[in-house]
């Protein structure tokens, strides 16, 4: 996917501020944070969305999440994990992500 925002940030072809990486999974801050920990955790395979994504992919993801948790610590204060999907979702970047928010007691308004 040459024109894919993410695929772009996974290769480094446009700067990003990583957290995380491993052979399936990237992690880098979102560039406009809705918490004080806001985090995209993105396959380095393409799928435009998670009714895309493969099992193995998946376990991956969950995988990451912990461990980005872990690495921001906010796995024991507590965290959001959301996945906008098509239209209705508000997905604006067509590459499956999932955002990690924490860092404050969160509202429900928060991504
Ligand atoms: P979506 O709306 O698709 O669920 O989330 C896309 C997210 O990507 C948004 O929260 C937006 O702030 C973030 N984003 C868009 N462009 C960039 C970028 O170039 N760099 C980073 N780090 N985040 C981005
Ligand atoms: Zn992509």
Redesign the pocket.
Known sequence: MNDC?FCK?IAGE?P??KVYENDKVYA?????P?APV?L?IVPKKHFDNILQCDAETAAALTEAVRAVAEQEGVAESGFRI???CGRD??????HL?I?LLGGAALTEKM?
């Open positions: 925002l940030i446009v990003s501020g880098f801050r979102d560039i406009n809705q806001h995209l959301v996945s906008n979702g508000a997905q604006s970047v067509n992500h955002h991504a």
